[in-house]
């Protein structure tokens, strides 16, 4: 088996090929998994795997995604890193609203520390919503005093032991500055691949600093009805080349961004998941880096 590259995320050195679980739960990430007993073994194959890197939240579902964690791993392997986010709910019909407010970002640590059932969480990241935003779909403003508020809730959470690290998503560059002025941060989770590079300046900074950078929709989402990147003719022509599957390719390009960069696919697929982790014995030579870099 390849011995996979370790990032720090925090204290806890990461393999940098982890796990994304929001597909576990239904359609929309929303209710009860497609197969419970799929995304039961799926979680379990990823330990077995090398992953020791998780990102959930409590949202997803909601709650499913933690309760499938907790039931698939707990007792969960000392080296393993579990990472939430707080910042959003879902109401009763799956619409995702914000609860960001520092009471509501608290409780939102609370919730994940229960249902995942640990006393403290690897890291947990400050999502900054999208109605924070200029431009839909884009990181929203950095709203001085409202992000300063934020993040003494979570330096209070971390100074009392229910986080070991304070992670920030969905950010500008400015967000991430200003947060580092008042305290550490030991990862940043952005949208982030082959075709979206728009937080290159976000990843340049983390690089720059040794801060954990995690990709939010490495392969292009879920969301994604005519998927831009895994229905890429250069991905699916290079695959083809060299006897992967267009998500490997895209997942090999992305872990030669930077050593900072720490995959966190997400799958509700056994095969699929088998296939994600193998990208840790996968090279691409430096044309084939290149011509894909060429894509954004
Ligand atoms: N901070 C944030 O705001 C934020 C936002 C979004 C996501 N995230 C985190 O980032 C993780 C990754 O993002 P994501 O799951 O939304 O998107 P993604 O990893 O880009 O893509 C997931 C989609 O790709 C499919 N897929 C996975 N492996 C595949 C393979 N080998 N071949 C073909 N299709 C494959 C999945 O379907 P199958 O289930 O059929 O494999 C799913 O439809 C999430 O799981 C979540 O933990 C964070």
Known sequence: MTVMERFSLGPFPVARIGFGAMQLPGPGVFGPPRDRDEALTVLRRAVELGANHIDTAQYYGPNVANELIREALYPYPD???????????????????PADEPDELRR?????????????????????MDSDAADP???G?????????????????????????IGLSNITRE????????????CVQNAYNLIDRSSQPVLDECTARGIAFVPFFPLGSGFAHDNPILGNDLVNRTAARMGRTPAQVVLAWTLTVAPNVLLIPGTSSLPHLEENMAVAGIELDDD?????????
């Open 79 to 97: 080296d393993l890193a579990i990472v939430s986010k707080v910042g959003g709910c879902r109401d009763g019909t799956g619409a995702w609203l």
């Open 137 to 139: 779909g884009q990181p």
């Open 141 to 165: 403003q950095l709203r001085r005093e409202r992000f300063a508020a934020q993040l003494t809730a979570m330096v209070k959470a971390r100074d009392e032991g229910l986080i070991a690290g």
């Open 288 to 296: 084939t880096r290149r011509q894909l870099s060429a894509l954004a």
């Open 175 to 186: 967000h991430l500055l200003f947060a580092l002025q008042r305290t550490e941060i030991v």
């Open 108 to 128: 939102g640590i609370e919730d994940n520390l229960q249902t995942l059932g640990v006393d403290q969480l690897a890291a947990v990241n400050l999502r900054v």
